[in-house]
């Protein structure tokens, strides 16, 4: 699945900059989740000239923004690091390709499709707000030659980074094995530090597919709320919506141990720190497998520019 960013969906649509700077940051935060799954999100060199405020360039409202680090990652990828699928083109300019009656030649709509319908899978992710708030993106190459039939495909338009999650876990090749949830979630979640050895405690527990995907729920959602923070630090609206959601309330699925727990099980609850030899962290906050009783353990609080540490993943530590 290769992922290209709609165009389309930049229109003068915005009319402050703050509205403008929140649809970037949804934008920009779906490359590294894009980059979990092995996937790039790539743009055109020419998305610098489309305007997302009447009479502004792309490039003149990321300059407005004000932090810098938020300038210089937004050029950065649509100057230096795309990738650019204008490079590897494969539609040309006398394609005809067509959505709800408008000719999507020349856009990333246009070329998602011609990619798709040859059999190389390829969807968009969107701005939002915008014209483009739906999926799946119906698109038509009307073929012009003589007995040669038109064809037609649905794209896949992610708006925001837990769509395009799902997405793309629904897409990730199956974890087979405990190895595989290993592997899966070095290369998916970023944001967190597993220890080396945090996933060794399965390897006497029976593999269920259903475990090892609950256990890819837990570490996405710890991956989530790592992220949402802003630029001062504090947490986002986002990522209090996470905390309520998960981490309170009788049936969360993330909690902390008892204090009773934490007297009995004090040294079971102490792990080697992953980055500094000699030392330790007591992690008594966990999220629930309740099939076969296992647990997720991890770093707490999580903090701004702080790694999250997943310690242990395995049996029920704290069984009486």
């Known amino acids: 699945m290769e992922i ?8 003068e649509q915005f009319h402050d900059m703050a509205t403008f700077r929140d649809a970037l940051a949804r934008l920009m935060a779906m490359r590294p989740a894009a980059r979990r799954f092995g996937r790039e999100v790539g743009c055109h060199r020419a998305l610098l000239a489309a305007s997302p405020m009447p009479g502004v360039s792309m490039r003149q409202a990321i300059g407005r923004l004000p932090v810098e680090s938020e300038r210089r990652a937004a050029m950065g990828w649509l100057t230096r690091f795309g990738p650019f699928w204008d490079d590897l083109r494969r539609h040309g300019t006398a394609d005809w390709l067509e959505c709800r009656d408008e000719i999507v030649t020349d856009s990333a709509v246009g070329e998602a499709a011609f990619r798709t319908v040859h059999r190389a899978d390829c969807g968009l992710v969107s701005v939002t707000p915008s014209d483009w ?45 405990w190895d595989d949830l290993r592997e899966a979630s070095a ?5 967190l530090t597993c220890a080396g050895d945090c996933f060794d405690p399965l390897s006497g527990v029976p593999f269920a597919r259903s475990v090892a995907d609950r ?9 989530r709320i790592a992220r949402a923070f802003d630029a001062t630090g504090a947490r986002t609206i986002e990522g209090q919506r996470i905390y309520q959601d998960y981490f309170t309330g009788d049936n969360a699925l993330f909690s902390d141990s008892s204090d009773d727990e934490k007297r009995r099980f004090q040294e079971a609850l102490t792990f080697p720190h992953p980055d500094e030899p000699g030392n330790s962290l007591f992690c008594t ?8 009783t296992l647990r997720l353990h991890f770093s ?18 704290t069984r009486r």
């Open 300 to 317: 707490w609080p999580v903090e701004s520019g702080k790694p999250v540490y997943v310690v242990y993943a395995g049996p029920k530590l």
């Open 4 to 11: 290209l960013v709609n165009d389309l969906s930049i229109h």
């Open 215 to 223: 256990f890819l729920v837990l570490l996405g959602i710890l991956d």
């Open 187 to 191: 290369i998916r979640f970023e944001s």
């Open 133 to 177: 708030d739906y999926s799946p993106v119906d698109v038509t190459w009307r073929r012009e030659a003589e007995d040669a039939d038109d064809r037609s495909t649905a794209l896949q338009n992610w708006r925001s980074v837990p769509a395009l999650e799902d997405g793309l876990r629904d897409m990730a090749p199956p974890i087979r094995s």
């Open 285 to 292: 906050w966990h999220g629930k497998v309740r099939r076969l």
